[in-house]
C-alpha cells in the first residue's frame, strides 16, 4: 500500500504538529493491530469459542488495554 486517505480535518489537525512523524506513529498504530489480530485468529484457531466469542473478548482486550496505556 503506497498511500493513504485521510479526511481533511485530520490532515489539518495533524498539519499542527509538524514534529510528528507520521508515517512512523501510523505503521505503529498498523502493526499494532495487526499483531491483535494475528493473536485472536490463532487464539480463535485453537479454541472452541465462536468467532463472536472471540471478537467479543479481542474488544474487551482493547477496552482495557487502552484505559491501562490510556
Known sequence: MAG???PEDMKGRMERFPEINWS???RKA???KL???AFLE???SESE???EEAVR???EVNKKLSRWYG
Do not use: I, Q
Open 49 to 51: 469459542m465462536t468467532e
Open 57 to 59: 473478548l479481542g474488544k
Open 24 to 26: 512512523a506513529v501510523l
Open 30 to 32: 498498523v502493526s499494532e
Open 4 to 6: 493513504l486517505e485521510l
Open 42 to 44: 490463532f487464539f480463535a
Open 35 to 37: 499483531e491483535k489480530l
